[in-house]
Nanobody, 135 residues
Framework: QVQLVESGGGSVQSGGSLRLSCAAS????????MGWFRQAPGKEREAVAG???????SYADSVQGRFTISRDNAKNTLYLQMNSLKPEDTAMYYC?????????????????????????????WGQGTQVTVSS
């Protein structure tokens, strides 16, 4: 049974840091394009960071230089290190896997308009973890 379980969310002040974890089971996450997404109240879900099967990473402009996506293949776990947090980072954060054999290049392309649609096709999504940043 495929499962993604996020943890590590919480409440922090502006400028603080959090590290999110996403434990995968039922599949080998390192073989997939994996991503972090977030959704704030009243807003659409948006892509935050991605890591492809080769370990290359990419980020949305809004988090570039502040967030770092990584994975521990031995633990089958994905991470999102978030530094210099801002109130606008407040959202529910989700990890997800793209469909198997997703293009490594497309995995890192944050200009691709159908990114969220493509990730939704896999059905591999966690339940989310809440991040709240106060000013």
């Amino acid at each position: 049974q495929v499962q993604l379980v996020e943890s590590g969310g919480g409440s922090v002040q502006s400028g603080g840091s959090l590290r999110l974890s996403c434990a995968a089971s039922g599949f080998t996450a390192s073989l997939y394009c994996m991503g972090w997404f977030r959704q704030a109240p009243g807003k659409e879900r948006e892509a935050v960071a991605g890591i492809n099967s080769r370990g290359s990473t990419s980020y949305a402009d809004s988090v570039q230089g502040r967030f770092t996506i990584s994975r521990d293949n031995a633990k089958n776990t994905l991470y999102l290190q978030m530094n210099s947090l801002k109130p606008e980072d407040t959202a529910m954060y989700y990890c997800a896997a793209a469909p198997r054999f997703y293009s490594d290049g497309l995995c890192l392309d944050f200009t691709y308009e159908r990114r969220l649609t493509d990730f939704s096709k896999s059905g591999y999504w966690g339940q989310g973890t809440q991040v709240t940043v106060s000013s």
